[in-house]
């Protein structure tokens, strides 16, 4: 199953790329969150790479040149820089880094570039703090998970901050890493940290428990999520689910029904589990009403099983000569000899008698397995015909069959009388 949302994480080209002195609302946001903070002064670029770097980021900016182009051409300016010191270094690197994002192809180098950086560890807290996330989110997107876990950590470490963002960030690595456990708690606290319900950590969180077949615990969790999120449809599909799997077959009829009237169906699997639990409870015969709908419909298909479980069905209902009916379609669709011995049989039961030995000849004609139970049907409806001379073949062909002969033999004698009584010598 899969119950897991994926977690966008978008990561590209700032805009507004600063390099300059912090304005003092900006610096008025403080970064880090840790006790005792205080803002440090502010570093700023040496004079020829900041100029050389201006030049760059104004190409960057030149709306009259054709953005691919513009890109393109500063990313060699950027090259093209000669720092030495270390923090003009790691500017340039996290600028051309960002740059670099967004060419086919470059993203390793981006990566490295920007990771480069933010381990120099000698940008300002700001930038230093964007670039540790952007590291970790650029990370996910090339599937380096464990590298994308550690830069997160490397975040919360740096600013003392907490995000639910960055939590439910974390939860998509560890599933990618199979570390369910973590998984778990990292959504747990994405959970508690959003003001607003997310439905993602939520499902990171169902995934996790699932994957470790741990159901109860993915029912919980999937209550809560049609409690919050009532108008999604694909919680109650996901709910009812979880309930089949924890053997609650009560709650995920109520389920799957709450949701069928809500108009929340929508998958083939969705309509199958619903007719399948109304066949379970008791209710066969809406069951098989919901079948015959979806069929109709196209919802359900149409091939031999299907129409068999829809005879099986009707069977239950005792719906006798509707399920021989459905049970002839599968029968002619697959020319399943068996098929055509269950239609003879509930024919047979539902006193169709002509109708029935016409099945179960088709049966024999076919080459059925069981040829004894087919010889004992088609005894009892030539009998109930009137036509003891057949009736009494049939009962010497299913007396070969030992598990039949004690019945079939019991059956002879009354066939031969029927017959004196009607002056019919077999």
């Given at each position: ?82 720092a ?18 967004s ?19 000698v ?39 907490e ?23 990292a ?6 940290n ?114 068999a ?14 399920a ?41 004609e ?50 031969k ?8 010598n077999i």
């Open positions: 199953m899969n119950t897991l949302n994926k977690v966008v994480v978008s990561v590209g080209v700032a805009l507004s790329i600063s390099f300059f002195p912090q304005s003092v609302q900006a610096q008025q946001q403080l970064p880090i969150a840790c006790p005792g903070y205080t803002l440090p002064k502010t570093k700023l670029l040496g004079q020829r790479a900041g100029k050389k770097l201006q030049e760059a980021y104004d190409t960057y900016l030149n709306e009259e040149l054709d953005e691919k182009e513009r890109i393109k051409e500063a990313i060699q300016m950027l090259r093209d820089i000669e030495k010191e270390p923090y003009d270094v790691a500017y340039i690197n996290r600028f051309l880094g960002q740059l670099l994002v060419e086919d192809g470059k993203a390793k180098e981006s990566l490295s570039l920007l990771q480069g950086a933010a381990e120099q560890g940008l300002n807290d700001k930038d230093q703090a964007d670039l540790l996330k952007l590291v970790a989110d650029l990370s996910i997107q090339e599937e380096e998970y464990q590298n994308a876990v550690s830069f997160y950590q490397k975040w919360m470490e740096f600013t003392c901050k995000d639910a963002d960055v939590y439910t960030r974390m939860a998509k690595a560890y599933t990618e890493l199979k570390q369910f456990d973590n998984v778990v708690s959504a747990d606290k994405a959970i508690a959003y003001e607003e319900p997310n439905k993602n950590p939520y499902a990171l969180k169902i995934n996790a428990h699932h994957e470790q077949k741990d159901y109860v615990n993915a029912v919980k969790v999937a209550e809560v999520l049609v409690e919050l999120f009532p108008t999604e449809k694909t919680w109650w599909s996901q709910l009812g689910f979880f309930y089949m799997l924890t053997e609650d077959y009560s709650k995920a009829l109520s389920t799957f029904s709450l949701a069928y009237k809500q108009g929340y169906l929508t998958k083939r699997s969705e309509y199958k589990a619903l007719v399948q639990l109304y066949a379970s409870s008791d209710n066969p015969f809406k069951s098989a009403q919901l079948q015959e709908k979806y069929m109709d419909s196209g919802m359900l298909e149409t091939d031999p099983d299907d129409y479980s829809l005879a099986n069905t009707l069977q239950l209902a005792r719906e006798y000569s509707d021989a009916k459905y049970y002839g379609q599968a029968a002619r669709l697959s020319n399943d000899a068996e098929y055509y011995r269950k239609q003879g049989v509930l024919l047979l039961t539902a006193e169709d008698y002509k109708g029935a030995i016409t099945a179960l000849n088709k049966a024999l076919v080459g059925v397995e069981s040829e004894g139970k087919v010889h004992f049907s088609l005894m009892e409806a030539n009998f109930y015909t009137g036509n003891f001379r057949q009736a009494n073949v049939h009962a010497q062909e299913a007396k070969k069959d030992s598990s039949l002969r004690r019945n079939a033999n019991a059956w002879i004698p009354y066939i009388q029927k017959a004196d009584n009607r002056g019919i």
